[in-house]
């Protein structure tokens, strides 16, 4: 008997395990897709600055339609995943997603050019908070942490993207002809993927939003998020314009290179790591990487010291959003999807507040001195962190006390 419920089981396991690994599979290869997509943009945006003659003042105030239209998205992506399955706003927003980036590289006004990122940046915000609730979806299944090498694909992504970008720079390649074949790209893997996408994953309760009292448990993760997105959006729109007008560089992809290559090592390594040393002692290490690898690019604004801060603020800032979002995950308050949807608000805000505030910093003084401001928000994840868990141990003791 025992041996026929043994096999009875087994052969129920193995489809359960092929559906789960594609599952898997196909949704890694859109948070490839997502980095691949981003880092297109944000390696051309010198290319757009010269294009357009924008100052750094202009050129902030271009970088803040982004976060702008992202908050905007906010709210309504939280009601998408609510309402309907992940995999549909997910692939919806992937298709405009790729639309809007060819229409940036076709923009031949300022005007059409805010429009392009507009739209760009509201299916981006929309396309993130739906592959990370069938993530979250996927890790409750498994049972271990898998966020963080999701998020190690999409920076993967991004540093396979700005690399493609690197060589079609060096070969002179038209911007509205490699920003249109990332878009065909696009396109062409979102069809063939949407069918192995996660299924019936709508949760149904904690969909609503509850005005009144912030509640610390999300507040404090949204705090998080937005000393990161400070310092990762900051980084990701300005590393390309430091190390071509600091640094000089010729090639002056390099410093967002080996940005997203240590980003995407250090997401990999997250799951690793926080199982060792658990999440507040990865909090505080992240932080200390920011700190130090901004205070070396800054204090020396040459090639190699400048590389090697950018691959410690990439070490840094990268772990930070995964570890959050899996927090997130466990409130009692929210559903996983509308508890990603208010902390991404956060996260919206720090983009809205980063990038546009360097490009003012940096023509009121220097790019040198305004890129302290990563250092600061760097700084601010350890004591947010501690405050964090030490409310969530309080909440753990009251809930034994029950």
Same mark, same amino acid.
């Given at each position: 008997?025992?041996?026929?419920?043994?096999?009875?089981?087994?052969?129920?396991?193995?489809?359960?395990?092929?559906?789960?690994?594609?599952?898997?599979?196909?949704?890694?290869?859109?948070?490839?897709?997502?980095?691949?997509?981003?880092?297109?943009?944000?390696?051309?945006?010198?290319?757009?600055?010269?294009?357009?003659?924008?100052?750094?003042?202009?050129?902030?105030?271009?970088?803040?339609?982004?976060?702008?239209?992202?908050?905007?998205?906010?709210?309504?992506?939280?009601?998408?995943?609510?309402?309907?399955?992940?995999?549909?706003?997910?692939?919806?927003?992937?298709?405009?997603?790729?639309?809007?980036?060819?229409?940036?590289?076709?923009?031949?006004?300022?005007?059409?050019?805010?429009?392009?990122?507009?739209?760009?940046?509201?299916?981006?915000?929309?396309?993130?908070?739906?592959?990370?609730?069938?993530?979250?979806?996927?890790?409750?299944?498994?049972?271990?942490?898998?966020?963080?090498?999701?998020?190690?694909?999409?920076?993967?992504?991004?540093?396979?993207?700005?690399?493609?970008?690197?060589?079609?720079?060096?070969?002179?390649?038209?911007?509205?002809?490699?920003?249109?074949?990332?878009?065909?790209?696009?396109?062409?893997?979102?069809?063939?993927?949407?069918?192995?996408?996660?299924?019936?994953?709508?949760?149904?309760?904690?969909?609503?939003?509850?005005?009144?009292? +912030?509640?610390?448990?999300?507040?404090?993760?949204?705090?998080?998020?937005?000393?990161?997105?400070?310092?990762?959006?900051?980084?990701?729109?300005?590393?390309?314009?430091?190390?071509?007008?600091?640094?000089?560089?010729?090639?002056?992809?390099?410093?967002?290179?080996?940005?997203?290559?240590?980003?995407?090592?250090?997401?990999?390594?997250?799951?690793?790591?926080?199982?060792?040393?658990?999440?507040?002692?990865?909090?505080?290490?992240?932080?200390?990487?920011?700190?130090?690898?901004?205070?070396?690019?800054?204090?020396? +604004?040459?090639?190699?010291?400048?590389?090697?801060?950018?691959?410690?603020?990439?070490?840094?800032?990268?772990?930070?959003?995964?570890?959050?979002?899996?927090?997130?995950?466990?409130?009692?308050?929210?559903?996983?999807?509308?508890?990603?949807?208010?902390?991404?608000?956060?996260?919206?805000?720090?983009?809205?507040?980063?990038?546009?505030?360097?490009?003012?910093?940096?023509?009121?003084?220097?790019?040198?001195?305004?890129?302290?401001?990563?250092?600061?928000?760097?700084?601010?994840?350890?004591?947010?962190?501690?405050?964090?868990?030490?409310?969530?141990?309080?909440?753990?003791?009251?809930?034994?006390?029950?």
């Amino acid at each position: 008997m025992f041996l026929v419920k043994f096999s009875t089981e087994s052969k129920s396991y193995k489809p359960f395990m092929t559906l789960f690994n594609k599952q898997r599979l196909f949704l890694s290869i859109f948070f490839f897709l997502s980095g691949f997509s981003f880092s297109t943009w944000a390696s051309r945006i010198p290319t757009i600055k010269t294009l357009f003659d924008f100052n750094d003042a202009q050129l902030g105030t271009l970088l803040l339609s982004m976060p702008v239209s992202s908050l905007v998205g906010l709210p309504i992506s939280g009601w998408l995943v609510s309402r309907y399955d992940s995999r549909i706003p997910l692939s919806v927003a992937c298709g405009i997603n790729a639309a809007s980036l060819a229409l940036i590289g076709f923009a031949d006004s300022t005007f059409l050019l805010v429009v392009a990122i507009c739209v760009f940046a509201f299916s981006m915000r929309i396309f993130n908070i739906s592959v990370n609730t069938q993530a979250l979806s996927l890790q409750k299944q498994l049972g271990a942490p898998i966020m963080g090498s999701f998020h190690g694909l999409w920076s993967s992504g991004g540093i396979f993207g700005v690399a493609v970008s690197t060589i079609l720079i060096a070969l002179e390649i038209s911007m509205p002809m490699h920003l249109s074949f990332v878009a065909i790209a696009g396109v062409i893997i979102t069809a063939l993927s949407y069918e192995y996408l996660l299924r019936n994953d709508r949760s149904p309760t904690g969909n609503k939003l509850i005005m009144g009292k +912030p509640d610390p448990y999300i507040l404090y993760l949204g705090l998080l998020v937005f000393f990161a997105a400070i310092c990762e959006g900051g980084m990701f729109d300005w590393s390309g314009i430091y190390f071509k007008e600091v640094i000089r560089a010729e090639i002056f992809t390099y410093g967002y290179l080996i940005f997203m290559i240590f980003m995407a090592l250090s997401r990999f390594l997250s799951d690793f790591v926080t199982r060792k040393i658990g999440m507040p002692r990865t909090y505080i290490l992240s932080s200390l990487c920011v700190v130090v690898g901004i205070t070396l690019s800054v204090g020396f +604004p040459a090639f190699v010291p400048a590389l090697i801060g950018f691959s410690l603020v990439g070490l840094g800032s990268a772990a930070v959003v995964p570890m959050t979002y899996i927090l997130a995950g466990t409130s009692k308050k929210y559903s996983p999807g509308m508890a990603i949807s208010i902390i991404a608000t956060y996260a919206i805000a720090g983009m809205l507040l980063g990038p546009p505030l360097i490009g003012y910093l940096s023509h009121a003084f220097n790019l040198r001195v305004a890129f302290i401001t990563f250092a600061v928000a760097g700084l601010m994840i350890i004591p947010i962190s501690q405050l964090f868990f030490r409310y969530q141990r309080k909440l753990n003791e009251e809930n034994k006390a029950r």
